[in-house]
């Protein structure tokens, strides 16, 4: 070997500066990872909060079903199916309510759940938008269905994890309702 390389590694002050460069290094390769991360699975769109609709909640009736607590119009009705399933109608819209204790974190649960058509309550519901939202501030999924031949009735499914229990909440809304915004909004979770 050269007789410079050994006079390099005998200096006391060579190791640190090895041991910087590799930290430079790995935190540029972890900020590059990240960034790439961002673009592929989406920004996180904040859901606006109950002050941005002051009026709207006037006539609007609470449902806390536990794990989860949120309002609707007077004018929509409860048909508990079981512990698990919740709906709730005004006779033209649908909202419903899966809850379904999980291990998993909110990607695993919602990357299972892609394979399980009864996950997002509608069977065959063609192509959709993917997005990451806070719902009380909790990271949650948005999956907006696009309108195909077979599957005329557009939806929003929210996919969340209930903080306290670890219980994996799927809230799927007809997306012809008009206060969607003002719903997801008023949803809070039992912290």
């Not at 009705?77 to 999980?102: A, P, R, W």
Request: charged residues 20%; proline residues 4%; contains cysteine.
């Amino acid at each position: 070997m050269c007789g410079c390389y050994n006079k390099l590694m005998n200096k006391k002050g060579f190791i640190p500066i090895i041991a910087i460069l590799i930290i430079v290094i790995l935190s540029s390769i972890g900020y590059v990872t990240y960034k790439n991360f961002l673009k592929t699975s989406g920004k996180i769109i904040p859901v606006p909060t109950p002050t941005s609709f002051p009026n709207t909640y006037s006539n609007w009736k609470v449902y806390d079903l536990g794990e989860i607590t949120f309002k609707l119009p007077n004018d929509w009705t409860e048909n508990k199916v079981n512990n698990n399933d919740t709906y709730f109608s005004n006779g033209d819209q649908t909202i419903s309510i899966h809850k379904e204790e999980t291990d998993l974190n909110l990607e695993s649960f919602f990357n299972k759940g892609k394979d399980d058509t009864k996950f997002l309550r509608g069977g065959d519901l063609g192509s959709w938008i993917e997005n990451k939202v806070l719902i009380d501030n909790q990271p949650a999924i948005k999956v907006e269905t696009l309108s195909t031949e077979n599957q005329s009735k557009k939806l929003n499914v929210y996919t969340v994890i209930s903080p306290k229990d670890n219980v994996a909440i799927v809230i799927t809304i007809d997306n012809e309702f008009e206060n969607i915004n003002e719903f997801v909004s008023s949803i809070t979770f039992g912290k």
